[in-house]
């Protein structure tokens, strides 16, 4: 009876159609450079545990948008393309893919958007990233 029920849920997770579980079907989305203020900019003094201060590393090494502001403005230029979902628009400011071929080679879900449209939101966004400050 396990089995089975492994069975189903793997049928129902599957990242690359964007099933992702029921825990995530309303869920929303942060950037990496999101959490990495929102971890910086606590109200509270930060615990000092293994947990809080790897994620802390991780999101330090991975952001890629330096102030509040830059990953505001890609995530407002990524929510001009409606196709997009919040996880597609997290994965992509997140990963930062330099053309439209490589970013649906890491977000299969990209298919459903035209390549010239997904590119030129590509090359914005690089240049938003070139010219953060």
Request: glycine share 2%; proline share 5%.
């Amino acid at each position: 009876m396990s089995s089975r029920v492994r069975r189903t849920l793997t049928e129902e997770e599957d990242a690359s159609a964007l099933k992702l579980g029921a825990e995530f079907n309303n869920a929303g989305c942060l950037l990496i450079s999101e959490v990495k203020y929102l971890l910086e900019n606590r109200d509270k003094e930060p615990p000092d545990t293994p947990v809080y201060n790897k994620t802390l590393d991780y999101v330090k090494t991975f952001a890629k948008f330096n102030t509040t502001d830059s990953a505001s403005a890609v995530r407002e230029t990524l929510r001009r393309e409606p196709a997009l979902t919040q996880f597609e628009t997290a994965q992509i400011a997140n990963l930062c893919p330099a053309t439209a071929e490589e970013a649906k080679s890491i977000v299969p879900s990209l298919v459903k958007i035209d390549d010239d449209r997904l590119q030129a939101l590509l090359d914005e966004i690089q240049t938003m990233r070139k010219f953060q400050s």
